[in-house]
């Protein structure tokens, strides 16, 4: 008997409902293929829906999508409504709620995508970096005041607790041990000495449970430098909130797009439910025309397939997106291409 797996659905702002309904269309066909059925639930959180109704999400809202096995998610962002609502009232207060500690955003470079950095071979730069995603430089503490005077003084505290870090760096361990072997730790604490001097001592007592990986320091300025100068030398990397949203910026680019950057936020010990969504953001300047890469979406649906263990039908979505991209017919704006949006699902979906 399959198994059914309920799937909240938010497809948000801008591009976000564009690339998830056609990611949609496409996991319901790898499931039927391989034996999974899926149920869908879309909620209309979004901007427009904040403008209606005064809130991002709904009351109850919370209590609504722990009920389900993971949560399928667009975008959320516009320039007519502050980020204070829309990010800080939707997306970040969902991964310290459900516990979503690991943000996990794989990069590879994949055949037929041009990369900007000159000879590198298809398959070259792959690696997964695990970002720390409910405390660090993202924490919610803080304040300001004497705003507009001249006294306006703001404070922004970095949250780096002992727990906080063993569990990310516990879990980009585990992922090092079944790929090279290789651990990148990624900080800054020769400058902010006390939470990454922490997050280090960390990093070191827990290697020694992982005698079969290789534990290497890299300080975030290096490590961006070598991200283009050398990417092909990280298997695993591992970095705090705000570190590891910038460098997966930089590691989409250059393996060739955020259009295929793909993450999932993962509550490991599945006691929340998890959220997988593409990296690239609402892109309003877009929305609408019907030119999104859904490629991003596709594969972040994958890493969800992973989590609900339909590996099948992840791994037979990964092998029809590589198709398309290595047969070059069907590619979206941002990849040199003229297809619409539906082109392109449509073109997996004849490779599936």
């Known amino acids: 008997m399959m ?9 948000g702002d801008g591009i976000g409902p564009e690339v998830i309904e056609e990611s949609i269309r496409i996991v319901d066909a790898a499931g ?31 209590e609504l999508l ?45 055949e037929g995508v041009p990369s900007p950095l000159k000879d590198k071979a298809p398959g070259s730069i792959d690696f997964l970096v695990f970002r720390e995603n409910t405390e ?49 730790s990624i900080t800054k604490s020769n400058a902010l000495t006390y ?60 393996t060739g797009s955020v259009g295929l950057a793909s993450s ?4 490991p010990e599945k006691k929340f439910p998890s959220m997988f969504e593409p990296v690239h953001g609402s892109a309003p300047d877009i929305a609408g025309k019907g030119i999104a890469n859904p490629l991003a979406a596709v594969l972040s649906s994958a890493l969800m397939l992973d989590h609900l263990r339909e590996e099948s039908c992840a791994a037979a979505i990964r092998q029809a997106v590589a198709q398309v991209l290595k047969e070059g017919k069907t590619m979206p704006p941002d990849l040199g291409g003229k297809s619409k949006t539906r082109e392109v699902a449509d073109a997996v979906l004849a490779a599936l």
């Open 264 to 267: 999932a936020n993962i509550n």
């Open 66 to 110: 722990q009920q389900h096995d993971a949560i399928f998610f667009g975008a959320v962002g516009s320039p007519d409504v502050p980020e204070t609502v829309t990010v800080h009232g939707l997306l970040l207060p969902m991964r310290r709620k459900f516990d979503q500690y690991v943000n996990l955003r794989p990069a590879y470079l994949y």
């Open 136 to 184: 660090g430089e993202y924490a919610p503490i803080g304040g300001r005041i004497y705003e507009g005077m001249d006294a306006d003084t703001a404070v922004q505290v970095s949250l780096f607790t002992r727990r906080g870090c063993d569990r990310i760096l516990r879990a980009a361990f585990e992922a090092a041990r079944k790929r090279k072997k290789i651990l990148t």
């Open 3 to 11: 198994k059914m797996h309920k799937i909240a659905v938010i497809g």
């Open 195 to 254: 939470g990454l001097g922490l997050w280090d001592d960390v990093a070191n007592a827990v290697a020694k449970d992982y005698p079969d990986v290789k534990l290497r320091h890299l300080l975030v300025d290096a490590a961006a430098m070598d991200f283009v100068r050398k990417p092909e030398t990280f298997d695993v990397v591992v970095a705090s909130n705000l570190f590891g949203d910038i460098l997966t910026d930089l590691s989409a680019m250059v």
């Open 32 to 62: 039927k293929k391989h034996g999974a059925q899926f149920d869908w639930q879309r909620l209309p959180w979004s901007s427009e829906n904040y403008k209606k109704t005064g809130h991002m999400v709904p009351p109850g809202g919370w």
